[in-house]
Each structure stands twice: as structure tokens, then as C-alpha cells.
């Protein structure tokens, strides 16, 4: 199946099984906007306490807050986002619709790899075990051409970014050909920067009201409070801070379902180190952060990093972690070295000293930052892509299961009677109120077995337990394993065991550490 094809069946199975919803759907929806239905928010509420867990449980050091959404607004003069928060538009005339001029630049690069790519594999095939793909790369004249062009592009784009530069972004839109996709013309706009910050008023007009944004990242909320935790926390360098909450950023294009959305959810945390010793952590943290999504066991292979070439003027280093979507590898997480950059401009801003005094070496200083920034949406999709599957089964049926980490699922076990009668219903129910107490269950008597089992793996319920005739002789009932299809038959008494074993988040934590 196409891979567009697999994107558009997860985005309807989103909604069909009550995962996500378009916001305000009966009024036709809101850009870029979704609601989580009754199986979304158990996952995504199990996605951001794994992650809590992983920062806080397993690091003493790491100390969570909760900061407001609204904040003075200085504080995002000082970050820079008021003046540099910005993504630069451009609008086809014809078709009317509007994109980000450096994502029609990177996504013209990304075909020109794309060809350099079908030629190598194409010789590849033709020269079998003896192919040698770099001599292929740096002699075969067509290759040669596309790369030559492709650094010319990417040479000239990197230096309008870096400059700031917009006549010339849109200089190289018109140079490469680049035609929107709707109308097919070369009909461009100017090329135009847009704050991507959303602002509203505080306060009544009366008394003078004051302009505030909603945060377009959590990051900051953690800054402003570093003295607070860590004079209240008496916490000592290196430590961290984390946080979980909305951010709002108005998109310009936001078409690919919740991986861009204009309010959604971040999961930050700075970790505050010594200056000097910002690039030991930011590896720790680098391979720490990987070994968190691949724990999840969706496939280690969907995993990449993506270092970056070009830094923000303050950081030291900076890295992504990528997933492979359906649409391609694209960013789920970022991990940066940001200097002492933050915390110093709010010393400037605010005219309030933020250093710390480290007793060992006798110093004050301004710590210098990790930042590992995750957004829970994402997440959630990589979740979603990497687990969705259908299956074709032996009996000539298919099914759509979704093999989701049994300790993220959002139901973990369906308890199913056979039949409504002699009694199987009551004994189900003993059974569910035994249960309830430590996991999510679904009770579900409607419709034949088969079917009912179908629901459970469409929502991705890692236990289906049966209750036969045999129950009620021997007191075993049969546990159906979601991804195996394979039963067993155990005890009523072990279920609790068995099935805690499997479907506590402590699981996953135990394989990040090392
Ligand atoms: P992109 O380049 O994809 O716009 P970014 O580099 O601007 O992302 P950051 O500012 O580093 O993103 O934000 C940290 C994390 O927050 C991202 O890795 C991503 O998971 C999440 N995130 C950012 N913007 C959005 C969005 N519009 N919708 C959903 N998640 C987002």
C-alpha cells in the first residue's frame, strides 16, 4: 500500500475508533486544530506519564513545575521570539494558497535527492554485488549534475537563511522553477515574514489593556522560575526542570493532520550544567532521549538523528530525532545546547540577577542549558504509524489491529463473555470488578467473539480475556494475545499478576536505563 494511502487510513481510523477528532467538526472544523476522543486521551495520557516518569523518576536531579500559559509579555521580547519567531510566506497569486517559502526550497532539494537516489539504486540493480556506490556518486556525469545543482541550491539557501534575506528566497523559488502544486504556475508573491505568535488582550480597555501572547513553548515558563526551584528545591548544578504543557504557534501550513498543529503539546526540560561542560551533557542527554522512543519497540529502524549544520545564533549544538512517518523521516524531538543564552537575557530584561553559586568551585555563574523539547502529538502519531497494521488472516479474514506498547495502550484488557447466558455474564462481571482497580477495562458481550476481539484489536487492547463454560467449573478463564492471536488458558486468581507484569510503564523505563 502507498504510503499516502496508509497516512490517510490511520488519520480515519483516528476518528472512527474515538482517537482524534477535527476540532468543532459539526461547524466544519478548525485549521489545524484537533480534539482528543475517549482512546486518544488514555494514550496520550499514558505517552506524557512515561515520559514524566523517565525524567523525573529516574533522575533525582530532574524536578517538574507547572507555569501558567499566560506570561509577561517581556519575557518574549527578551527570548526573541517577538522579533524572530518568524516564518517567511509566499502566496500563489493563481491558486491562492499560501507556503512557506523555505519549506518550497527544501522540499525542491529533497526531489533532486530523491533523483540522485533512484539513479543509485537503478545501477545498483545493474551491477549487483560489485557496485561501488561511492566511485558511482562521484564519476557518473547525470549524478554529478544533479548534486552540482543540488549544493548550488542548498549553498545559496542557507546563506538567505542566515542573512535573512527574502528577495533572495524568492529569487531562488523562481530560479529552480518551482510551481505551486495546485495551480501549476510560477505566479508568485514577495516573499513576506509572518510572526507565528498568537496575541490577545489582558485586562478590560477601560483600565489600559495590555498585549499577551499564549506561549509558543513551554521552554520559557521553566526559565523565568529557576531561581524559584532551585532556591526552594535547594537543588545544585547539574539539574533539571521539566514541564508538560500547551503551546500555541499559528502555523502557516499546517496540512499534515496533528504533526503540525497550531495548539498543541510540548514535553520540555532544561537540564542546567556548568559552563564547559554543556557538550558532555548534550551527548548524555542525546543518547538518553533515543534510547526513550526506542524503548517503545515500534522498530529501532524508524529512529534517525539529524544533526544540525546551521545553529541558532546561540546554541553550541543542536540535534533532532526523527521518525519515519508515512510522509518520510521528520522531526519528533529536539535536543540543543542553548548556552547561557536564556537565562542571561532575562537577567538583561529583567533587571533581576539569575546566576548560581556553586559551592565546590567558589564561583557564581550563569548556568549554561540542555534542552530536550518533545511534542506529545507527534508522539503520538510516531505511535500511531509505527503500530498500525493489517493483517490478512488464515481463515480468509483481514483485521486492523494497532500493536501499540502494551504499557501505553489505552484500554488493557477487554473481558468478554461467550455467551449472555447460564451465567457467563455474571461471572464476567466478578471478574471486571476485580480488575478495575489496576487496569483500564472494556467489558463487551455484543456480537460474536470474533467480531468482539476484532474491536479490541482495532483500539489496541493487549488482552482479551474470555469467560467459558469452563469458568464457571474450574475457575480458569482464556487470555487472547493481540498481536499473536494465540490463547491461553490460566487461573482467574494469576490474571492480576500476569497482566501487571505486562502493561506497567515500569517496563519501559527499565529498558532506558542502562
Ligand atoms: P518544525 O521545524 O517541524 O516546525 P520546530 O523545530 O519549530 O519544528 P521546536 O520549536 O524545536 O520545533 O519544538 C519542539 C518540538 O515541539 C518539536 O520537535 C515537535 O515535536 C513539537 N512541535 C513544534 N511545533 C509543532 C506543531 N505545530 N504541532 C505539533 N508539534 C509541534
Known amino acids: 500500500m502507498a504510503q499516502e494511502d496508509v497516512f490517510k487510513k490511520i488519520i480515519s481510523h483516528c476518528k472512527e475508533y474515538g482517537f482524534v477528532f477535527p476540532s468543532s467538526e459539526i461547524y466544519d472544523g478548525l485549521g489545524a486544530v484537533y480534539d482528543y476522543g475517549q482512546c486518544g486521551v488514555e494514550l496520550k495520557n499514558n505517552i506524557k506519564r512515561y515520559w514524566w516518569d523517565a525524567m523525573t523518576l529516574l533522575n533525582e536531579n530532574v524536578v517538574g513545575i507547572d507555569s501558567a500559559i499566560f506570561m509577561h509579555p517581556t519575557i518574549w521580547k527578551a527570548s526573541g521570539h517577538v522579533d524572530a519567531f518568524n516564518d517567511p510566506l509566499i502566496d500563489n497569486k493563481d491558486s491562492k494558497k499560501r507556503y512557506r517559502a523555505d519549506v518550497l526550497i527544501e522540499e525542491h532539494l529533497a526531489g533532486i535527492d530523491d533523483k540522485i537516489a533512484r539513479e543509485v539504486e537503478k545501477a545498483s540493480r545493474r551491477f549487483g554485488a560489485s557496485f561501488d556506490e561511492e566511485q558511482f556518486r562521484t564519476t557518473n556525469p547525470r549524478v554529478m549534475e544533479y548534486q552540482a545543482k543540488r549544493d548550488e541550491v542548498h549553498s545559496r539557501f542557507a546563506k538567505a537563511l542566515n542573512d535573512n534575506n527574502l528577495e533572495e528566497l524568492r529569487q531562488i523559488i523562481i530560479d529552480t522553477e518551482i510551481v505551486c502544486p ?8 514577495e516573499v513576506r515574514q509572518f510572526n507565528l505568535m498568537f496575541s490577545t488582550e489582558m485586562g478590560s480597555t477601560a483600565d489600559g489593556s495590555t498585549r499577551i501572547y499564549l506561549r509558543p513553548e513551554t521552554a520559557q515558563g521553566i526559565f523565568v522560575n529557576f531561581l524559584n526551584v532551585q532556591k526552594s528545591g535547594r537543588m545544585k548544578v547539574p539539574f ?57 519497540g515500534l522498530g529501532d529502524a524508524k529512529y534517525r538523528y539529524h544533526d544540525h549544520d546551521k545553529l541558532a545564533h546561540y546554541a553550541n549544538a543542536a540535534t533532532d530525532i526523527e521518525f519515519e512517518m508515512p510522509f518520510g523521516f521528520k522531526e519528533v524531538e529536539g535536543i540543543h545546547s542553548r548556552t547561557d543564552f536564556d537565562l542571561s537575557q532575562h537577567e538583561k530584561y529583567s533587571g533581576k540577577k539569575i546566576q548560581y553559586f556553586d559551592t565546590e568551585l567558589g564561583q557564581s555563574y550563569t548556568p549554561y542549558v540542555i534542552e530536550t523539547s518533545i511534542g506529545v502529538d507527534r508522539v503520538f502519531l510516531s505511535i500511531l504509524s509505527g503500530a498500525y497494521s493489517e493483517e490478512q488472516l488464515e481463515n480468509g479474514e483481514s483485521r486492523v489491529v494497532l500493536k501499540l506498547p502494551a504499557e501505553l495502550a489505552p484500554v488493557k484488557l477487554a473481558v468478554l463473555p461467550l455467551v449472555k447466558k447460564d451465567g457467563l455474564a455474571e461471572k464476567a462481571e466478578e471478574i471486571m470488578n476485580m480488575l478495575r482497580f489496576d487496569f483500564r477495562c472494556r467489558y463487551d458481550e455484543k456480537d460474536s467473539i470474533g467480531k468482539r476481539y476484532r474491536r479490541q484489536d482495532a483500539i ?50 527499565k529498558k532506558i536505563i542502562n
Not at 495546485?182 to 508573491?189: E, F, I, L, P, Y
Open 460 to 509: 489496541g487492547t493487549p488482552y482479551c480475556i474470555t469467560v467459558d463454560h469452563e469458568t464457571l467449573q474450574n475457575d480458569t478463564v482464556t487470555i487472547r494475545h493481540r498481536d499473536s492471536m494465540a490463547q491461553e488458558r490460566v487461573p482467574v486468581t494469576e490474571l492480576n499478576s500476569i497482566i501487571s507484569e505486562k502493561v506497567n510503564i515500569k517496563n519501559l523505563l
Open 182 to 189: 495546485v495551480s501549476g504556475t510560477r505566479n508568485w508573491t
Open 240 to 296: 533539571g526542570i521539566a514541564q508538560i504543557g500547551k503551546a500555541f504557534r499559528n502555523e502557516i501550513v499546517a496540512r499534515q493532520f496533528i504533526f503540525r498543529m497550531r495548539e498543541f503539546e510540548q514535553m520540555e526540560m532544561q537540564f542546567f550544567v556548568r559552563p564547559g561542560e554543556e557538550i558532555e551533557w548534550f551527548r548524555k542527554w542525546k543518547d538518553a532521549r533515543l534510547r526513550w522512543h526506542k524503548a517503545m
